[in-house]
């Protein structure tokens, strides 16, 4: 068409004026992606007069080592609520990755297997979720509902209530998620390294592109040829290599996990979705965001914890986190869009009088 | 022609008074005046008929006095009385009723059922012998026949017969015979006349002039939401309507083409078929232009669909010569095809997303190399079909949402522009696109048939298709009817589908194909899961007792019984959501914090603690149903994120209150639950009671139905008069207190507080519910299958001690049966929706 190759040519990305890019920079950070930041960088320093010991380098190197598998777990979540769908199960896949590091890393194992082996499975289990919701089109909260029930069962038949018998992880894997530089753990910059590739995915990929596409308009990528069950069962894949990871950063970190030490995933990963400001329902969503929403997440929770709160207090002030994040963008698309989509047939006001 | 105020001759009694008068009505849509100051009026006894192209502010007009939708300035009288709120409520209080084009019946319900909707709506009570009204009608189908299994004309005919039904005093039309074919139009012509003889102000949308000419008393012309005047019925002339709603030649530019001679024929259809299509053949050269016009709804869009393999079904598709084996979209567009929808929202736009993205989405390798999409190629594409397509936005990274709908369709244009395919298939180019943008577009298609392409446009706009075609297809009812070389004017092209509509094409009678599998299936499909369970529950119970001598004693089924009940009140408030087609996730924590509240204020059975713990309880039910209902109905959060929240809050305040297990609960409640006669406790007794009470009401009450018809169709409910949200609120406020009396029988069985109790629960109550017949699209379900789902898994639970099973293996089967469940039901809907 008219766009012939001598345009194309003659319009390369200019000497950008500092204005623009600022308009640019806006809206590649909209306010429900800076949201979490904020939220972190505020925290930082609430958290200096309120539980000071969060700071003593035993506390951070917790907090960071948590954060870092969170962050992992909830990137997995985000992929998921990125293509449209949601994933309960994700507590229970969690838990059978750390389940096998622990069950089968025992002495005289060969670590790098009973890994790889701890990796592939939720690989497979997240493969088993994407083709009941994108292929039969079953309703994910369902299906990863039924699967939450099947595998927690499944490990308990298999494992019994707690993970494993000698119940540790191998040492060569505890020797180096216990590590730490500084006072930060190598946990939380594993879980960094993950999240710079996962970015690059999203960002700079045709395919990070497409699982983009796929959740905001699924009809639309249909029609416009991408492979749209191609794309939804991938996306699910990655997910599941993601839990699997971070289930034997987890294992190896905590030494002694139980079943209880994947379940909180569940509540905590959809909060950190809500915080970083993915939309529910699909779309884009920022990978930088997810990190520190999990970094304020388990901050958050330290501080409480610190200030002697206890368990409920803790996840109760987690549900108003996911309350507050997702009230606010709900509320902010109201006014961004303003009458476009509010407005549809619902809103009713009186007709006014002569 | 003469402009004719012409007051009706039998004046007296009909004054305008009775019918419906607006005045002064203005309506905008962002971008769009839909209708700009306009007086219109109906009088008794007169067909007042309403004539416009498409998108002239006709259905605006009839949304604004029917109240579905809220003008911006002007009245509306309703037999003289105001229509003081957008409320369909108070319209059809006032006595006016509309049957849409579309219709407003739920597809899921009987005829009798959507009859009584619309009358209960209103607070009328359905006829007695609705099979006698109905033939009154001459309606040949009976009460108990599925809407759905109607074919589109019947749906038509009963849309507007259960509008007459109510008699109003005024009775709007919107496109009446859009779908009829000849004979039942005549049919519904002699149903509008009776009408108009005993009274009714009928307000008349219709795009055919002819059987305008033979109803109606007088016409009135809008366009671009103007009235352009009103004549009397005799003082019309076909040709001088048709100019008044094209309007003046437009002053738009079309780019100067010429036809190509003999090129290469490019698209190729032969037979083409598909869903509301069919069978059409037709060509497409190289460097052609080619429009697809018609009335709405004929089957352009499908036409256009089923060349990329979207609901074809069959016939051949060829591009450059070659033929398309097995069409899917991704296979078009590998081929050559590039199509862009006009329905920008639904199927074109990824509004979220960047304009960048959107323009570049079809680029493929030329993003960069490897998969990957870089930056540095995509701003520089994007650069160039920004400055082409003259797309005006504040970054590459705006999301496109956030621009005009003429700029939305630039930066859609700039797809192919920057793909170069074959063959660009472009539905509605300019649709909600102004005058400026428009001209970019045409230029943009212009140019691509000038490189080449083979071009194929649909268009509602048909001076658009007049200025830009060589060629134009002309449809109706699925078929091409006519082919219009170049230089076929705008009313020509009008003309030939205004008249068109009058021809042949006889439609199979009223009845859509229905076989009796399916009939039988889908009406008693609410009591299938009844009878399954009922099986299940059985050979359960006669496999275990053949194993275990325990189990048939009067203690364990006394027992068995007791542990239905806690479920069961949960899956029967659930059972509610899952009608109106809501969703709870909330319901475990609940139930832990109803043991926990019970376990402070109910040490005994004295009138104290029973009047606290019910007074606590009746907080919680308001507090977190409330709750519930601000964040989904009212917030518009989805329901999973909003319960998933509520769970997490419910159940920290429930460890806040109860750290550790402990408290005590009466012991007289937890003995007297077992109480009943023989092993059948009292509780139980109450329990299958209410069930069936609530099954009586959800399939046999007013209100029951108003349910449903939200769960299956929240618009069309919508367009009948029923308060959606109110009863949305509702259902969400059933389920929590549906958790919290789950909960204080859970007490009964747990003797203390404890504050996860009722985490395990939401597992089996959805397993439970959808055991029930319930699917997540709505309006399906039975309070007597949640029930013997619940009593199912109770049962489950009962025996695999008896049977030496692990108890880890009643999570897993509880998924297992979840997931088996929703598989089932689903394969049933869609052996229900393929015909």
Not at chain 2, 35 to 60: I, M, Q, R, W, Y
């Amino acid at each position: 068409m008219s766009t012939s190759t001598t345009t194309a040519v003659t319009a390369p990305a200019q000497h950008k004026t500092r204005a623009q890019r600022t308009t640019d920079w806006k809206y590649r950070w909209p306010a429900r992606y800076r949201a979490s930041w904020a939220a972190l960088a505020a925290l930082l320093v609430v958290v200096v007069p309120l539980a000071p010991r969060a700071y003593s380098g035993a506390s951070v190197e917790l907090v960071s080592a948590l954060a870092g598998v969170l962050a992992i777990a909830a990137l997995g979540q985000t992929l998921i609520i990125m293509i449209g769908a949601l994933d309960l199960s994700i507590g229970a896949i969690v838990s059978v990755s750390a389940g096998m590091v622990v069950h089968y890393g025992t002495d005289g194992s060969n670590t790098v297997l009973v890994v790889l082996a701890a990796i592939v499975v939720p690989v497979l289990l997240s493969l088993v979720n994407g083709v009941l919701i994108s292929v039969l089109r079953l309703n994910p909260l369902i299906v990863t509902l039924a699967t939450f029930g099947i595998i927690t069962g499944g490990i308990r038949l298999w494992t019994g209530v707690s993970l494993s018998l000698t119940g540790r992880a191998p040492e060569s894997l505890s020797a180096i998620t216990q590590g730490a530089v500084g006072a930060i753990s190598a946990v939380f910059l594993y879980g960094l390294v993950i999240a710079v590739l996962v970015a690059l995915l999203l960002g700079k990929t045709r395919y990070g592109r497409q699982i983009a596409s796929v959740g905001s308009n699924r009809r639309a990528a249909r029609v416009l040829g991408m492979g749209v069950t191609r794309t939804e069962l991938s996306t699910f894949a990655l997910a599941g290599l993601l839990y699997g990871l971070a289930g034997v950063l987890l294992a190896g970190f905590l030494g002694t996990p139980d079943v209880q030490s994947g379940a909180v995933f569940q509540l905590t990963t959809i909060t950190v979705a809500g915080i970083a400001g993915v939309t529910f329902g699909g779309g884009p969503a920022s990978v930088a965001s997810v990190v520190s929403g999990a970094v304020f997440l388990q901050l958050l929770d330290q501080a409480l914890a610190i200030n002697g709160l206890g368990a409920g207090s803790r996840v109760m002030i987690q549900g108003f986190v996911l309350v507050i994040a997702v009230g606010a963008i709900t509320l902010g698309r109201f006014s961004a869009s303003g009458l476009s989509r509010g407005s549809r047939l619902r809103r009713r006001a009186p007709v006014p009088s002569e | 022609m003469s402009l004719a105020s012409r007051t009706p001759e039998a004046a007296g009694a009909r004054s305008v008074d009775d019918g419906v008068r607006l005045r002064g009505v203005t309506k905008t849509f962002p971008g769009v005046r839909a209708l700009d100051d306009v007086d219109f009026d109906c009088v008794p006894g007169e067909v007042h008929a309403l004539v416009g192209e498409n998108g002239s502010g006709k259905s605006t007009l009839i949304k604004v006095a029917s109240g579905v939708l809220a003008a911006d300035s002007g009245t509306v009288h309703i037999g003289g009385r105001l229509l003081t709120e957008a409320s369909v409520k108070r319209s059809r209080g006032l006595g006016l009723v509309t049957a849409y084009q579309d219709t407003s019946l739920v597809q899921d319900l009987t005829v009798g059922d959507n009859v009584s909707l619309s009358l209960n709506a209103i607070g009328m009570k359905r006829p007695a012998d609705l099979n006698a009204t109905l033939a009154g009608f001459g309606l040949p189908f009976r009460q108990t026949d599925l809407v759905s299994s109607l074919g589109p004309g019947a749906r038509q005919l009963l849309e507007v017969a259960r509008a007459m039904i109510t008699k109003p005093r005024v009775l709007m039309l919107d496109e009446p015979t859009a779908a009829l074919d000849l004979s039942l139009a005549d049919h519904l012509e002699g149903l509008v006349k009776k009408a108009r003889d005993e009274g009714m102000a009928i307000v008349y949308v219709s795009h055919r002039l002819a059987e305008i000419r033979r109803l109606a008393d007088r016409l009135t012309v809008i366009r671009d939401g103007v009235v352009q005047g009103t004549f009397s019925s005799d003082s019309w002339q076909v040709q001088d309507i048709v100019e008044l709603m094209v309007g003046a030649p437009t002053d738009l530019e079309f780019p100067t083409r010429t036809t190509p001679v003999d090129s290469a024929v490019r698209l190729e259809a032969r037979e083409l078929r598909g869903r509301g299509f069919g069978p059409v053949s037709l060509t497409v050269r190289a460097g052609e232009i080619v429009g697809v016009a018609g009335a709405e709804g004929n089957g352009q869009r499908a036409l256009l669909r089923g060349m990329i393999g979207i609901d074809g079904q069959g016939g051949e598709l060829t591009v450059d010569g070659r033929t398309l084996q097995r069409l899917t979209p991704v296979k078009a567009l590998s081929s050559g095809i590039s199509f862009q929808s006009g329905d920008r929202a639904a199927e074109s736009v990824f509004a979220p997303m960047s304009v960048m993205d959107n323009a570049t989405a079809q680029v493929g390798s030329r993003s960069g190399p490897a998969g990957t999409a870089l930056l540095g190629r995509l701003l520089p594409s994007f650069g160039a079909a920004k400055k082409e397509l003259g797309i005006v936005s504040a970054s590459p990274f705006q999301p496109i949402g956030a621009l005009s709908g003429g700029n939305q369709q630039k930066a859609v244009l700039a797809r192919p522009a920057l793909r170069r395919p074959k063959v660009l298939i472009v539905d509605e180019p300019t649709q909600g696109v102004d005058a400026r943008a428009r001209m970019d577009i045409y230029r943009v298609l212009s140019d691509a048939a000038d490189e080449g392409l083979g071009v194929l446009v649909n268009s509602s706009d048909s001076a658009e298709l007049a200025g830009l075609c060589d060629r134009v297809y002309v449809m109706s009812r699925g078929k091409v009817v006519t082919e219009l070389p170049r230089g076929a004017s705008e009313s020509e092209i009008v003309k030939s589908f205004v008249s068109a509509a009058d021809v042949e094409d006889p439609q199979a009678a009223g009845q859509g194909t229905s076989g009796f599998l399916r009939r039988l299936l889908t009406r008693n499909s609410a009591h299938v899961p009844i009878a399954v369970l009922l099986v299940l529950i059985a050979a359960v119970a006669l496999y275990t007792n053949s194993q275990s001598d325990v189990f048939w004693t009067p203690f364990n089924l006394s027992n068995w019984l007791v542990l239905t009940l806690p479920l069961a009140f949960v899956a029967l408030g659930q059972q509610f959501n899952m009608v109106a087609r809501l969703f709870d996730l909330s319901i475990g924590s609940v139930m832990s914090l109803t043991v926990v509240v019970v376990s402070f204020t109910l040490p005994d059975l004295g009138i104290t603690s029973v009047a606290t713990t019910l007074l606590y309880l009746l907080g919680v039910v308001l507090a977190v149903g409330g709750f519930n209902a601000l964040l989904i109905v009212v917030l518009r959060v989805p329901a999973i994120v909003a319960t998933v929240a509520t769970l997490g809050i419910v159940q920290g305040i429930a460890i806040l209150l109860r750290p550790e297990p402990g408290g005590v609960i009466a012991a007289d409640w937890v003995l007297g639950v077992s109480q009943g006669i023989g092993y059948v406790p009292y509780a139980f007794v109450v329990l299958v009671v209410l069930t069936i009470a609530m099954e009586y009401w959800l399939y046999r009450r007013g209100r029951g139905l108003a349910l449903r018809a939200v769960g299956y169709d929240d618009e069309s409910a919508l367009r009948v008069g029923e308060r959606v949200r109110l009863i949305q609120t509702g259902a969400l406020l059933t389920c929590t207190l549906g958790a919290v009396i789950g909960g204080v029988f859970l007490a009964s069985q747990t003797g203390m507080g404890s504050n996860a109790v009722g985490a395990g629960f939401s597992l089996p109550v959805f397993a439970a519910v959808f055991l029930g017949g319930a699917v997540l699209s709505g309006g399906r379900g039975s309070f007597i299958g949640a029930m013997l789902g619940a009593m199912f898994l109770a049962l489950l639970d009962n025996v695999t001690p008896l049977l030496n099973i692990d108890d880890a293996w009643r999570q897993i089967i509880y998924g297992g049966i979840l997931l088996l469940a929703i598989a089932a039901y689903a394969s049933l809907a869609r052996v229900r929706a393929s015909r």
